[in-house]
């Protein structure tokens, strides 16, 4: 398993993109739940000591090495426990560079493992919902695991979980119309030829 690259993990995840989930399909064909969005929300990890043996040196290179991501801020709680606040829209280029940078956080951090938290927005029938997915990333390799049972973190990552909820909602109809406009298109060309 020595140097498993993030793309061979198990756990990476392979439905990059828009993706239709059909949990439940009307016999008239009507799709009730699909993928929207999903990006790289936050890194966390949980320092093994004390949050005051980490200094303004080592702050100042989490943000250099996030110089190629989009990290919005960098939050070290009483409790031990570093949050990494981003908004990378998920690619597997993004992904691969996320682990490197986890990865890199964690050398300087001197622990062992992190989180990298997914949050994935969902158009269900009329509304949307949207999901926290955490995986954990350690020197070996990437698993899924949920996330880290830490009541302050995961009120942290639903509080900063993004832009303004109506841009958002915005976003998200802007797609599900550019999805629906593309297979109208698919099917116009496939009755037309």
């Given at each position: 398993?020595?140097?498993?690259?993030?793309?061979?993990?198990?756990?990476?995840?392979?439905?990059?993109?828009?993706?239709?989930?059909?949990?439940?399909?009307?016999?008239?064909?009507?799709?009730?739940?699909?993928?929207?969005?999903?990006?790289?929300?936050?890194?966390?990890?949980?320092?093994?000591?004390?949050?005051?043996?980490?200094?303004?040196?080592?702050?100042?290179?989490?943000?250099?090495?996030?110089?190629?991501?989009?990290?919005?801020?960098?939050?070290?709680?009483?409790?031990?426990?570093?949050?990494?606040?981003?908004?990378?829209?998920?690619?597997?280029?993004?992904?691969?560079?996320?682990?490197?940078?986890?990865?890199?956080?964690?050398?300087?951090?001197?622990?062992?493992?992190?989180?990298?938290?997914?949050?994935?927005?969902?158009?269900?029938?009329?509304?949307?919902?949207?999901?926290?997915?955490?995986?954990?990333?350690?020197?070996?390799?990437?698993?899924?695991?949920?996330?880290?049972?830490?009541?302050?973190?995961?009120?942290?990552?639903?509080?900063?979980?993004?832009?303004?909820?109506?841009?958002?909602?915005?976003?998200?109809?802007?797609?599900?119309?550019?999805?629906?406009?593309e297979k109208e298109k698919?099917?116009?060309?496939?009755?037309?030829?």
């Amino acid at each position: 398993m020595e140097g498993l690259d993030a793309h061979d993990s198990p756990a990476a995840p392979s439905n990059l993109g828009a993706k239709i989930i059909t949990s439940q399909t009307y016999p008239c064909g009507i799709i009730n739940q699909m993928e929207l969005f999903r990006e790289i929300r936050a890194f966390y990890i949980k320092l093994p000591y004390s949050y005051k043996a980490v200094d303004q040196e080592i702050v100042d290179d989490l943000w250099k090495m996030s110089v190629e991501l989009p990290v919005n801020a960098i939050d070290i709680t009483i409790t031990d426990e570093v949050l990494i606040h981003s908004e990378i829209e998920f690619s597997l280029s993004n992904w691969n560079e996320a682990i490197t940078y986890l990865r890199s956080a964690l050398n300087a951090l001197g622990a062992k493992s992190g989180y990298l938290i997914v949050r994935k927005v969902t158009a269900l029938s009329g509304s949307l919902k949207t999901e926290i997915e955490g995986y954990k990333v350690t020197k070996r390799g990437v698993y899924n695991s949920g996330l880290p049972e830490s009541a302050d973190f995961i009120l942290d990552v639903m509080r900063f979980s993004g832009r303004n909820k109506r841009l958002q909602q915005i976003d998200a109809m802007e797609k599900l119309f550019r999805f629906i406009e593309e297979k109208e298109k698919d099917t116009d060309t496939a009755e037309g030829g």
